[in-house]
């Protein structure tokens, strides 16, 4: 029975992640922290979790406590892995995983040192549509890849518009929020790495101190071009992946959400033809698989590693709008 602590009364962890870990049989959660008590009783009170803290500590020391599912503002995620890594606690982070490429290689290293799981929860790669779309891509029905468009304009919804939008401190930006997990799913369809990116930024209407907007260009080790497109602030657009390959294309609509969601269609010479995917809920996957990992049967998901370099491809878009510049990722391998 692995017991959590949730480190962050943050909204992801209310709307989807302590149900996804009671969903799995053997998850629990026993505490909640947050900075201010009002809100940590409160978060406690209406998910009915046992213990609430302000003290980060207190959690820690728990003995019964063997992971904690960290998902507060950006800017923390790595003190609090830290913390918890150095308590001997496995744990399933946010994206991004940290605020830079240094943080995140230091909390690799401790994980790896303290024999502890450190996981990210890049929860697309664990959902039905994108496993459906890299098993068309793997069998070779497109072929070889030419080229892969990733379409993730959003509509921030009003309750998220707070330190997204005006906190670079904090990991503001449409970059930290939502190239990540871009970067994360190119890698996880193409298995490949990103080496190289060229960027534009925009603010269009939310943004104020950080870009709600984002279009790059991705060089990748196979030559397949790819195209990413993030924001904040479309109201009518629908989440899309497109993969072309020499012998089909694969068209993905609404698949770059937090359900279940969206249909994926593959053309060919042969027509025009619906795939079909698994629908199971996508973050009580990323939870069965971390617990697995926990139990040393299997890796998680997302790894560390994954985690640090999703957000070393989002930091090189960031740096790449800041400067005109092109920029070639260094993964320090
Ligand atoms: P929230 O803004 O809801 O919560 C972040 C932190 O802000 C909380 O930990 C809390 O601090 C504080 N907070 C929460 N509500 C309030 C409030 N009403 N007034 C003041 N402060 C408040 O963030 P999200 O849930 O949207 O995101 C949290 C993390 O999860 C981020 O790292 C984000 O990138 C990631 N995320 C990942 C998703 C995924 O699909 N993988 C989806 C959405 C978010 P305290 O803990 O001190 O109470």
């Given at each position: 029975n692995v017991k959590w602590a949730l480190l962050g009364a943050s909204t992801i962890a209310g709307q989807y992640m302590v149900s996804a870990i009671r969903a799995q049989t053997d998850g629990a959660v026993r505490w909640v922290v947050s900075g201010k008590a009002e809100r940590a009783r409160a978060f406690a009170q209406a998910h009915r979790i046992e213990r609430w803290s302000t003290s980060v500590e207190e959690a820690l020391e728990d003995q019964a406590v063997q992971a904690v599912y960290i998902s507060t503002t950006n800017e923390k995620h790595y003190p609090l892995a830290m913390a918890a890594i150095g308590a001997g606690k496995h744990v399933l982070c946010?994206?991004?995983?940290?605020?830079?490429a240094a943080e995140a290689a230091e909390m690799v290293s401790a994980a790896r040192s303290a024999g502890v799981t450190l996981a990210v929860n890049h929860h697309l790669r664990s959902a039905g549509s994108h496993k459906a779309i890299r098993a068309l891509i793997t069998s070779g029905a497109l072929g070889r890849v030419l080229s892969l468009r990733l379409f993730h304009a959003v509509h921030l919804p009003e309750h998220l518009r707070g330190w997204r939008l005006d906190n670079p401190s904090a990991g503001g930006g449409v970059i930290m929020d939502l190239t990540v997990h871009n970067a994360d799913t190119v890698r996880f369809l193409l298995q490949e790495d990103p080496e190289s990116v060229i960027a534009e930024t925009a603010t269009s209407g939310m943004g104020a101190g950080v870009e709600d907007s984002a279009m790059s260009v991705w060089t990748m080790p196979s030559g397949a071009m790819v195209f990413s497109h993030e924001s904040f602030?479309?109201?009518?657009t629908e989440s899309g992946i497109e993969v072309h390959g020499t012998q089909a294309s694969v068209f993905a609509r609404?698949?770059?959400?937090?359900?279940?969601l969206g249909r994926i269609e593959l053309v060919s010479k042969q027509g025009r033809g619906e795939i079909s995917f698994d629908a199971a809920e996508i973050y009580g996957s990323v939870i069965e698989d971390f617990q697995s990992a926990v139990a040393r049967r299997a890796s998680p998901a997302a790894t560390g590693t994954d985690g640090a370099k999703s957000l070393m491809v989002a930091r090189a878009v960031h740096d790449a709008a800041r400067t005109g510049a092109r920029q070639t990722i260094n993964y320090g391998e």
């Open positions: 946010e994206k991004p995983l940290a605020m830079d602030t479309h109201p009518f609404g698949v770059m959400a937090q359900e279940p």
